[in-house]
């Protein structure tokens, strides 16, 4: 028997950046629950494949292009989803970037790019959809953090930056939004296999990278995109009812602690 308890069915969910990736599995988990999804994506082309893809079996996905760096677009796409459907019950803030270098090496152009979406874009959506929430006295925000706001790994401030800044907006929005029934919380994904990281995870020239995540995980494999739907459902919920302003790091363990190379 299904447990209600758990149940997202006839919700209507809003994923940013779900054209692949984590944002897409979420947004196919949901749909697959029975949820109303509209999914966001820079691209036209891309995010309406996806949403044939998600919806191929009947189920009610709906295509938004939306910049989350522009501001503008974001109010647009979240009245349009509210003037179809009534509501907002869940927002997945999902939509991010990233870029490799040293940090005397970043330009302002590479910072504005991160910062842009991964931060000032995540609030903007937030806000524009708390809004409406507010106005109904409930619903529940879910924010995609990092284990870099754990701890940052080097190469990567701006967006190590931006994540530890989504971790502080997430507890700041629950701590205000609280007494009108909004929740807000983050999922905080570790080294999960994507289209952005695919490179990186299999390439052969990168053995030792690939033998040091190993051993600091312990449960000795990449995260799926799809590992990320079980706490995305949980937060949106009924079962995580009295739960607001955390960060749930789905990371198979990376984050337990210091992993150093001793036999015992």
């Keep these: 028997m299904a447990d209600e308890l758990f149940s997202v069915k006839d919700q209507v969910v809003l994923v940013s950046g779900a054209s692949r990736?984590?944002?897409?599995?979420?947004?196919?988990g949901f749909a697959e629950r029975g949820a109303t999804v509209a999914i966001t994506g820079?691209?036209?082309?891309?995010?309406?494949?996806?949403?044939?893809?998600?919806?191929?079996?009947?189920?009610?996905?709906?295509?938004?292009?939306?910049?989350?760096?522009?501001?503008?677009?974001?109010?647009?796409?979240?009245?349009?989803?509210?003037?179809?459907?009534?509501?907002?019950?869940?927002?997945?803030?999902?939509?991010?970037?990233?870029?490799?270098?040293?940090?005397?090496?970043?330009?302002?152009?590479?910072?504005?790019?991160?910062?842009?979406?991964?931060i000032r874009g995540a609030f903007l959506m937030a806000q524009a959809v708390g809004r409406h929430m507010i106005a109904a006295g409930?619903?529940?925000?879910?924010?995609?953090?990092?284990?870099?706001?754990?701890?940052?790994l080097n190469r990567v401030a701006p967006y190590a930056m931006?994540?530890?800044?989504?971790?502080?907006?997430?507890?700041?929005?629950?701590?205000e939004w609280g007494p009108h029934g909004v929740r807000v919380n983050a999922i905080a994904p570790g080294f999960t296999l994507t289209d952005l990281t695919i490179g990186l995870w299999e390439d052969e020239t990168k053995k030792d990278l690939e033998a040091w995540r190993q051993a600091n995980t312990p449960l000795r494999r990449l995260g799926r995109p799809e590992d990320m739907v079980g706490a995305a459902v949980f937060f949106a919920s009924a079962a995580s009812a009295y739960i607001t302003g955390q960060v749930l790091y789905v990371d198979g363990g990376t984050t337990c602690g210091l992993f150093w190379p001793i036999e015992v």
């Design 21 to 28: 990736g984590i944002g897409r599995a979420i947004a196919r």
């Design 42 to 118: 820079r691209v036209a082309e891309t995010v309406e494949r996806t949403a044939r893809e998600i919806g191929a079996d009947g189920k009610p996905v709906r295509a938004k292009v939306c910049d989350v760096a522009d501001a503008a677009t974001i109010r647009r796409t979240v009245d349009e989803v509210v003037d179809e459907f009534g509501r907002i019950d869940t927002l997945v803030n999902c939509a991010g970037v990233n870029r490799r270098k040293r940090v005397e090496d970043f330009s302002e152009e590479d910072y504005d790019f991160v910062t842009d979406i991964n």
């Design 138 to 152: 409930k619903g529940s925000q879910i924010h995609i953090d990092s284990i870099n706001s754990h701890r940052p």
């Design 162 to 175: 931006s994540k530890a800044a989504m971790s502080s907006m997430t507890r700041s929005m629950a701590m």
